[in-house]
């Protein structure tokens, strides 16, 4: 099982980043896909998720508006594009898959939204 992400890197404020997350090694289709998002001295917090067929799309207050989640289950990958980006957003970004008993985690990636 792996997820992998990519995309992350050092944005200005104002400015756009698309992560992208790879999945192998599980039924893709199956699953609930997660971005979550961990800032230095902070607890992980939950930004998006994604239903496995329906595509039903919620996000957390703070990147509402902002950040759109989307997957495409023909190549196993999930995506967030992050939009108007504030320093507040910097933090490492990691996808979560979860269905039933299973929940696998990715290494993450960093994004700096930074001037």
């Known amino acids: 099982v792996q997820l992998v992400e990519s995309g992350g890197g050092l944005v200005q404020p104002g400015g756009s980043l698309r992560l992208s997350c790879a999945a192998s090694g599980f039924t893709f289709s199956n699953f609930v896909m997660n971005w979550y998002r961990q800032a230095p001295g902070k607890g992980r917090e939950w930004v998006a998720g994604?239903?496995?067929?329906?595509?039903?799309?919620t996000y957390a207050d703070s990147v509402k508006g902002r950040f759109t989640i989307s997957r495409d289950n023909a190549k196993n990958t999930v995506y967030l594009q992050m939009n108007s980006l504030k320093p507040e957003d910097t933090a490492v970004y990691v996808c979560n898959a979860i269905w039933r008993l299973q929940s696998h985690w990715g290494q993450g990636t960093q994004v700096t939204v930074s001037s």
């Open positions: 994604i239903t496995s067929t329906r595509l039903t799309t």
